[in-house]
């Protein structure tokens, strides 16, 4: 199966500052990657994706960042607030075919906690 | 804004017992999976599903799993004989171009 591995499973932040949270993948084919947040007991959240003909997307108070030399994976937010406060996963998304679809392979996760 | 629904939202059963979740996919979306989350762990991949039958599994779903679309609109994961180890969140998710909408999930307790 697929790996996807994050740095670092907890980060904290204050109010106000800018918060990057970073994803390694594994399979250099994959062509298309996602970050979601998943707040407790929910389910995960798209937030911005990015293929990879790609090597940098905004969104609001969002980038994602893809260095495919590397396989490394970036999510800056900008500005964090307390509601930013939740698990981040990135995914990463090999090839669609026509059997399957898009495959998904998840991160473990980073919680992140924004203090006020 | 469309939305995958699942109930129910929480499930508590005895280990050996049968449970099926359910979900309802975006309407126009073709592709359906399952998804695994035990608590504190990463979302894992169970399944996914096309053209009425499963295109891919992992090795977590074994024979205990099996997946059905008994109609236009329900997509459901049948667990045979509940283990111990299968309580989670159980996620389905669908998948229309590009991006996929997950559910709000299924807590599974075995007791």
């Known amino acids: 199966g697929e790996s996807v591995g994050l740095h670092l499973p907890t980060l904290s932040v204050q109010e106000g500052d800018n918060s990057i949270i970073n994803c390694a993948y594994s399979?250099?084919?994959?062509?298309?990657f996602i970050w979601y947040k998943q707040e407790s007991g929910k389910g995960p959240q798209f937030i911005i994706d990015?293929?990879?003909?790609?090597d940098k997307r905004q969104g609001q108070r969002v980038t994602v960042l893809l260095n495919k030399t590397v396989k490394h994976l970036s999510l800056q937010i900008a500005a964090t607030q307390p509601g930013d406060s939740a698990v981040y996963f990135c995914?990463?998304?090999?090839?669609?075919?026509?059997?399957?679809?898009?495959?998904?392979?998840f991160g473990t996760g980073t919680s992140l906690t924004v203090i006020p | 804004e469309p939305e995958v629904t699942q109930t129910p939202s929480h499930q508590v059963t005895q280990m050996g017992q049968e449970v099926i979740l359910r979900c309802v996919p975006i309407?126009?979306?073709?592709?359906f999976y399952w998804y695994r989350q035990i608590l504190g762990q990463k979302v894992e991949f169970l399944v996914s599903?096309?053209?009425?039958?499963?295109?891919?599994k992992s090795e977590i779903f074994d024979d205990q799993f099996s997946v059905e679309r008994p109609d236009g609109s329900n997509f459901t994961l049948k667990i045979r004989s509940t283990k111990l180890e299968d309580s989670a969140m159980y996620f389905c998710?669908?998948?229309?171009?590009?991006?996929?909408?997950f559910g709000p999930g299924t807590r599974l307790t075995v007791t």
């Open positions: 599903f096309y053209n009425n039958e499963i295109s891919e």
């Open positions: 990015i293929r990879s003909n790609m």
């Open positions: 998710a669908s998948t229309g171009d590009y991006e996929q909408y």
């Open positions: 995914a990463e998304i090999p090839p669609w075919t026509p059997r399957t679809g898009n495959q998904f392979y």
């Open positions: 309407s126009n979306h073709l592709y």
């Open positions: 399979n250099s084919a994959s062509d298309y």
